[in-house]
Each structure stands twice: as structure tokens, then as C-alpha cells.
């Protein structure tokens, strides 16, 4: 229960750390032009390819097929701009990072451990790859207004690409054979062959510009992001093990014989 | 020696397979919420959160 309790404690401040500082992060990078985007978005309504304003009813009968695929449903809450939503967009990062916390302790300790915040690093970098990095490559990141394959299958690639990477790292780093590097290669390089679902076509009244610009500050904020929530939860580990079987000491003195 | 310290071992790791196992499906249940909840009201207060970690929306 103790190692529940520890794992939990590392995960929430590290998530919470690391998850604020994104925040601050997109707040001067991703975010403005996501508000900018959709712009782009309202204006161009039916030819943008999905319709994602809060505020514009389609005309009934003529788009409205179109747009209720994406189900959006107009009547949905939405955060107000400006403060609230930034409060939200805050609320779900540090969120999604004690998550991402959680997640990558867990999987380190069944490994052995981060072994202090340099090893919290290298998980961190391996986090980014596996979640931002390698489903970035067939799923780029989107901006609003910009055509995209239906949902499902999108996540399930996504999903399925960041386990299959996960996996092949894992492999690469924590086993000695060549069998299992020849399957590492195919785990990473798998989703790719088999490829991402794509949009039926890439037209989008976005400029390529702010895109360009949006995917540079996505990959950019993610990596910062992963290492220094690696880099935190793997120095909070190391601090706090109290009520644990193995405590630090002892791993110590064993690995000092 | 060597043998006592591996069995040892084998033991904290079955000991640690409830705990990690917890917390990773808790992180993953939050992960899930955050980024691939179909709900229309966490999607709009996810929104710029989805977009910036390159989740896949809309």
C-alpha cells in the first residue's frame, strides 16, 4: 500500500508541476493560434470539411449532414473564452500529466526503478517519443478547421502506435538479444507500414504558415513537458519511499557488494 | 547468496504487481478522460489541451 501511496504522491506533484508549466508554455505558443485557427475555421463553414463553431447553426437541410457527422452538437457546453477556458485547458493538462505520471512510474518501478532524476529524464524523452513523437509522425497535430479521418479509427491508431512504441523501446533498452531488438524494430516501425487513417482529402482554408508553426510548438512544448516530468518524478522517487519493503538503503548497500 | 537475493527479488516484484498495476490503470483512466473521452462537454473543456498534446479531436 505504501508503494500505492508514494507512487500516487510522486505522480500528482510531478504531474502537477510539469503539467502547470505546459500550461504556461501553450499559453504563449499553442494556444494563440489555435484562436487564431478558428477563425479560419468559422469563416470557411462547410468547405473547411467539419464545422467545429459553438455558435453557428447549420442551415437546415442543406450542411446539415455533413456537419452532424462530426458530432458536434450545437448545444454542448463549452468553456467561455478567455479565462475560463484557460482555467479548463489548465485543469486537463494537469491532468493528463498525472496520468502520464502515473503511468510512466508505474511502468519504470517494474523495471527496476528511474534510478534518480538523470534515469526520470530518459523515461521522460522515451514518454515523448512514445506519445508525441512516433503517433505524431502518421497523425500530425491538428489544428481546428483542418480535415481530418473519422475519430475512431484514429485513436485506435494512435493508441495502438504509442503501445507498439512503448513496447519497442522497452525491448531495445531493457533486454540483450537480437531476437528481441529484430522485434523492437518491427514494433516501432509496424503502425507506420500499416499507416495512419487519413482524410479523404488534405484541402483546408488554415494557412500552411500558422500550421507550420503550430506543429514546431507542439513538439517543442511536448518535449519540455516530458523531461521535466521525468526528470521531477524521478528525483521525488528517489526521495520518498517511506513504509516501502526495499528502502533505498538497502538497494544501495546490495548494489554496492 | 546470489540465489537468495534473486528469489528475494522475484518476491518484491510479485508484492509490486498490484500496486503498479493500480496506479498505471488509474493514469490511464485520466489520460483516457482527458484525451479520448467522446463526451461533447469533456471534448470542449479538453479542447485546447487535445490539440496542443497532438491528441487526435473532432
Known sequence: MSLFRNIVFTAVVAGLLSGLLMTVMQSFSTVPLILQAETYENAGGEEAGHSHSHDAAPAAGTAAPVVADHHHDEEAWAPADGFERFIYTASADVLAAIGFALVAIAIAEALGGFGGWRGGLMFGIAGFLTVSLAPGLGLPPELPGMPAADLGPRQVWWISTAICTAAGLGLLVYTRSALLAALAIVLLVAPHLVGAPLPPTHETAVPIELYARFVNAVYATNLIFWAVLGAIAGLLREKFRSGEQVSLTTERELAAR | ?58
Open chain 2, 1 to 58: 547468496m546470489v540465489t537468495n537475493s534473486a528469489a528475494g527479488a522475484v518476491s518484491v516484484s510479485t508484492s509490486k504487481i498490484i500496486p503498479l498495476g493500480m496506479s498505471a490503470l488509474l493514469g490511464l483512466f485520466m489520460v483516457g478522460f482527458v484525451g479520448f473521452s467522446h463526451l461533447e462537454v469533456v471534448h470542449n473543456a479538453a479542447h485546447d489541451t487535445r490539440h496542443s498534446l497532438a491528441f487526435p479531436c473532432h
